[in-house]
């Protein structure tokens, strides 16, 4: 069992499922020779490494080493779970996931679990929407109205409205919900043993995820209160904030009718309601939280262009820096949407109406260029050490630059603002530190490989029976012994295989170790030996001739030492004698092994 789905289901979705069609459908493939490769959507390159085997259903990426199967490619780029991952596969192969495919005990608990507090979210959005079209909601109603909100927008987004802390509870009670059920759901508190309404007053926003489906609330006071005039509920096992972005489902909508150049990111609902009853649809708001990687690669899945349109005034947008970096580590194109002072998009588009927004979006500039004038605002360049700091801080953000071109074309930007000269600049560039982006990424480098000698032979030698070398074929893999339970494992795996006369599917391999372990890691160094065609060629057959002696040598090694150490325990003569024959006998393999010959 794989995450409590039956085996035999998982290996007839994967036989069933094209991985390069697959991929191909978040990533631009380019086919060279018998293999895809395009740049890896889980590290910032700019040389496509990320290669997608057809012929045995993999990836595996040369630079991070990032390697699974379809069902591991799902699980990252949709930063979802295994079950999830299997979901989402099935459905794109019109298979239905059997329920007797979930075993154990837990499983079958947590799925329904989840399953009953999705049902609470969808009725609770059923009960605000109610609430809303009751004429009960006055306050709520006038909010709206003052807010410009057109009702085919407010129908559009689900939006609802609580009356009070108690009718909720009562609701989903009288439903037959448990009480523990409700109280995990997010929309309901509890304290002192009284049930409330978590969005207790306030204009509800339903928070819909890309399946369409309800996983939690944001909330807006509707009058002056102590609290947050913005609250979401809180996170749950079907709502994490750092994974999630408001309006991912009509985004993902849009892409099914038309191609998106670019993906506009928000602060918070209103401006993405705002902008989407402007006309701007591709638009999505990270509800005021920083941006994370998740909610990157979620983005990178609808376009490679993002638009980061914040808040106008400089605090708000200087503060969310580390989160443009992470956008740009994914390889997106970013670019910052210059607002006027103290305007967010939904002031922008009341006030000045798509035609204006437009304009501000048609001045958006580039990552660097926006970096650079946010180290500009409150800088006195009269100043002498206004102006060196600005100067050291532009240096540092001017060598991050990708091309020379660019460096160029921002030094002589920065010589016009300061009147320092141009030959200046560039010898100060040469001793600037490197932009902090890139030092927390030398950090996270993949560790040095200090693996030992023999392991290295035995990762070539598995590496070259997997990927079915010409040379291999006169050898057993049997015949050779792996000390590590890995390369063990893959070895028998091979030997299965040619015993049955199957093809070797290397996607299956990833089913045998779990994620994030040494195990997993093991194999991805292996896959990390093949440049993504067979391991062909004269220095290939001889560097793993020179593994396969090195594995016998070992091997010998240890088998002699094993002897010696029986021949000085033996207590009877026969014992010795017939230990030191056998002594004798692989010491003369070990010299025949020394001369050439492999046995």
């Not at 993999?58 to 930063?79: P, Q, W």
């Not at 100043?383 to 060598?399: F, H, Q, T």
Request: glycine share 8%.
């Amino acid at each position: 069992m794989a995450g409590g789905i039956d085996n035999e289901f998982i290996r007839t979705l994967v036989e069933k499922t094209d991985i390069v069609e697959v991929a191909g459908s978040y990533l631009h493939l380019e086919k060279k020779g018998g293999t895809y490769w395009a740049c890896c959507p889980f590290h910032h390159e700019k040389t496509a490494s990320f290669h997608v085997d057809e012929g045995r259903q993999f990836y595996h990426c040369f630079g991070c080493s990032a390697s699974g199967n379809v069902i591991t490619f799902v699980k990252e780029m949709e930063s979802c779970d295994f079950v999830s991952a299997v979901k989402i596969l099935a459905d794109r192969a019109n298979m239905t996931i059997p329920q007797t495919a979930y075993d154990s005990e837990r499983t079958v608990e947590q799925k329904n679990k989840r399953d009953n507090i999705l049902k609470i979210l969808n009725d609770c959005a059923h009960f605000y929407l109610d609430n809303l079209n009751s004429g009960k909601a006055d306050a709520h109603i006038e909010y709206i109205l003052s807010r410009k909100i057109p009702s085919k927008i407010v129908r559009s987004f689900g939006l609802g409205a609580s009356l009070n802390y108690t009718d909720l509870p009562r609701y989903l009670l009288s439903k037959g919900y448990k009480t523990q059920d409700m109280i995990d759901s997010g929309a309901i508190n509890e304290a002192d043993g009284k049930l409330t309404d978590a969005q207790g007053g306030r204009l509800i926003f339903p928070i819909i995820n890309a399946y369409d489906e309800v996983i939690a609330f944001g909330g807006r006071a509707l009058k002056k209160t102590d609290f947050a005039k913005y609250k979401n509920t809180r996170e749950t096992i079907v709502f994490n904030k750092s994974k999630t972005l408001y309006n991912i489902n009509r985004l993902k909508k849009l892409k099914r009718r038309q191609a998106i150049n670019g993906v506009i990111i928000v602060e918070g609902y209103m401006d993405a309601i705002s902008l989407c009853q402007g006309g701007f649809e591709n638009v999505v708001a990270s509800m005021g939280t920083s941006l994370t990687l998740e909610q990157a690669r979620m983005i990178k899945r609808y376009s490679d262009n993002v638009f980061i349109s914040y808040d106008g005034d400089g605090a708000g947008q200087k503060a969310n820096m580390r989160g443009l970096e992470i956008l740009k580590s994914t390889g997106l194109n970013v670019k910052v949407v210059p607002l006027p002072e103290g305007l967010d998009p939904d002031d922008v588009i009341k006030t000045y109406g798509a035609e204006g927004y437009q304009k501000c979006l048609d001045n958006a500039m580039p990552l660097i260029d926006y970096k650079i004038s946010v180290s500009r605002r409150g800088v006195d360049l009269e100043k002498p050490e206004d102006k060196i700091k600005y100067v050291s801080d532009a240096l540092r953000i001017i060598k991050g630059a990708e091309s020379s071109a660019e460096r160029e074309m921002l030094l002589k930007n920065l010589r016009d603002e300061t009147g320092i000269s141009y030959e200046s600049l560039s010898r100060d560039l040469q001793s600037a530190p490197a932009p902090q982006a890139e030092q927390e990424e030398k950090t996270v480098a993949r560790p040095k490989d200090v693996s030992s000698a023999h392991t290295k032979a035995s990762r070539f030698v598995i590496s070259a029976f997997l990927f079915g070398a010409p040379y291999t074929q006169d050898y057993n893999i049997e015949d050779i012994y792996f000390d590590d339970e890995v390369h063990a494992l893959i070895a028998g795996y091979l030997k299965s295989k040619r015993i049955l006369g199957e093809k070797i599917t290397l996607s299956e391999l990833f089913e045998f170790f779990e994620e994030g372990t040494a195990e997993y890691e093991e194999l991805c160094r292996i896959l990390d030996l093949n440049d993504g065609e067979n391991m062909d060629g004269e220095v290939n057959r001889k560097t793993f001739a020179d593994c396969i002696k090195k594995l016998k040598s070992d091997e010998l090694d240890g088998a002699i030492e094993e002897l010696k150490r029986s021949f000085a325990a033996a207590q009877s003569l026969e014992d010795r004698s017939q230990t030191a024959a056998m002594l004798q006998k692989l010491i003369k393999q070990k010299e025949k092994l020394k001369s050439g010959d492999i046995l």
